[in-house]
C-alpha cells in the first residue's frame, strides 16, 4: 500500500524524477492507493492510481522541483479525491505535449465533474493529437470503458441539464478522438 507516487504509473524513464519527488516530498494520507487501472503507453504497462488520498504538498517543497518533476506530481494530481485539486493539476499539464500525459487527461475525461470535461473540451485543438490517438490505440478497451463511463455519468448526472447527450462536452471530447481515427 502506497502513498507515494508509483513507479509504475509512469513510463520507466521517469524512475529517477519519481524518486526525486518521492525523497523530497513527505506525502501525508491515512489512506493508501491501492486500487489502480492498467494501460500501455508505448509498450509499457502502467498502473494508475484510480484516487489518490494524499494532503497537497507545501508548495515551498514543489518549487524546488525540476519541470519534468512538476509535471509527474500534476499528473499524479489529477487522481486526488478532490475534484477541485483534479481540475488544478490538469489545468497545469493540459499542454504539455508528451505521451506520458494522456493517460492522465483521458482518464478524466470519463469522469464525472464537468468543470474537468470543459477544460478537456476547450483545449482539444491545441492536444497532440498523434499522442492521443496512438495512446487510444493500444488501449481500445480501456478506452471504450472510459467512453462508456462518461454516458453513464451524462445519463446519471447531467441528462436533465445536458438533455442531447450529442452536445454534452463530455461526448464531444470522444468524439473528437474518433473524427481522427483511421
Not at 17 to 35: R, V
Amino acid at each position: 500500500m502506497n502513498k507515494k507516487i508509483n513507479y509504475n504509473s509512469f513510463p520507466s524513464s521517469f524512475y529517477s524524477e519519481i524518486a526525486g519527488i518521492n525523497s523530497s516530498i513527505p506525502f501525508h494520507s491515512t489512506i493508501p492507493h491501492a486500487d489502480s487501472f492498467e494501460v500501455i503507453l508505448n509498450n509499457e504497462v502502467l498502473k494508475i492510481p484510480y484516487r489518490i488520498y494524499i494532503q497537497s504538498p507545501d508548495q515551498k517543497i514543489v518549487t524546488s522541483l525540476n519541470s519534468e518533476q512538476m509535471a509527474i506530481l500534476n499528473c499524479f494530481f489529477t487522481r486526488h479525491h478532490n475534484g477541485y485539486l483534479r481540475e488544478h493539476s490538469l489545468r497545469k499539464i493540459i499542454n504539455i505535449d508528451k505521451p506520458f500525459v494522456v493517460p492522465f487527461v483521458l482518464q478524466l475525461a470519463g469522469e464525472y465533474v464537468y468543470e474537468i470535461l470543459e477544460v478537456i473540451h476547450d483545449h482539444l485543438n491545441h492536444l497532440d493529437l498523434n499522442n492521443y490517438l496512438n495512446y487510444i490505440d493500444q488501449n481500445q478497451k480501456y478506452y471504450k470503458k472510459t467512453r462508456d463511463r462518461m454516458i453513464s455519468y451524462w445519463d446519471c448526472k447531467y441528462r436533465r441539464e445536458h438533455k442531447d447527450l450529442r452536445h454534452y462536452k463530455g461526448l464531444k471530447i470522444f468524439k473528437y478522438f474518433e473524427s481522427h481515427f483511421k
